[in-house]
T-cell receptor, first 109, second 113 residues
Framework: KNEVEQSPQNLTAQEGEFITINCSYS?????LHWLQQHPGGGIVSLFM???GKKKHGRLIATINIQEKHSSLHITASHPRDSAVYIC???????????FGQGTRLTINP | GAGVSQSPRYKVAKRGQDVALRCDPI?????LFWYQQALGQGPEFLTY????????KSGLPSDRFFAERPEGSVSTLKIQRTQQEDSAVYLC???????????FGDGTRLSIL
């Protein structure tokens, strides 16, 4: 069982829809990361958070430490948002990232 | 450079050959990580350097995998006697310090025939 679980695995939506991707993890963490990966492999760091909420443009990331759960939201989704979104955590006392399996998001025009 | 640079971008090798993958981190970044990403999966940790010191190599799948960062900047991941199961994208990431976000390279896609 993966220590970091994402849902859904695949998500298809229409342009303009509000998108939510969920991530849950097993034990205490020092930080949680949301990453975006486009076809071809390049990974971009979207957010790094350890509590509360962060917002950047149309992207919002929240984390609930007590429930060991984080969500990534995309408002007014656009076809260029189509990518794989990956949740990754740094468990307490560790430096390495442990990744979820990713959510493949497709936004149709 | 502006970002993490990995080379080659693609590598095809025959089973049994040795390969070397290079990572140029962002200048001044002391932490450097190697990850392996199989097709359709999330990345998995291989090894981690703080400057030239390899502090964690628990993710290296076998003794055929070896990584070094002799001067605390450029790193090389070497795979000896490659096997088909080594086919994957190898990602390098660097960060200014452990509490900062990791910046990823575009990866090296390794195919073993």
């Amino acid at each position: 069982k993966n220590e970091v679980e994402q849902s859904p695995q695949n998500l298809t939506a229409q342009e303009g829809e509000f998108i939510t991707i969920n991530c849950s993890y097993s034990v205490g963490i020092s930080a949680l990361h949301w990453l975006q990966q486009h076809p071809g492999g390049g990974i971009v760091s979207l957010f790094m958070l350890s509590s509360g909420k962060k917002k950047h443009g149309r992207l919002i990331a929240t984390i609930n430490i007590q429930e060991k759960h984080s969500s990534l939201h995309i408002t007014a989704s656009h076809p260029r948002d189509s990518a794989v979104y990956i949740c990754a955590v740094q468990f307490q006392g560790a430096q390495k990232l442990v990744f979820g399996q990713g959510t493949r998001l497709t936004i149709n025009p | 450079g502006a970002g993490v640079s990995q080379s080659p971008r693609y590598k095809v090798a025959k089973r049994g050959q040795d390969v070397a993958l290079r990572c140029d981190p962002i200048s001044g970044h002391v932490s450097l990580f190697w990850y392996q990403q199989a097709l359709g999966q999330g990345p998995e940790f291989l090894t981690y350097f703080q400057n030239e010191a390899q502090l964690d190599k628990s993710g290296l799948p076998s003794d055929r995998f070896f990584a070094e960062r002799p001067e605390g900047s450029v790193s090389t991941l070497k795979i000896q006697r490659t096997q088909q199961e080594d086919s994957a994208v190898y990602l390098c990431a660097s960060s200014f310090q452990l509490t900062r976000a990791q910046h990823f390279g575009d990866g090296t896609r390794l195919s073993i025939l």
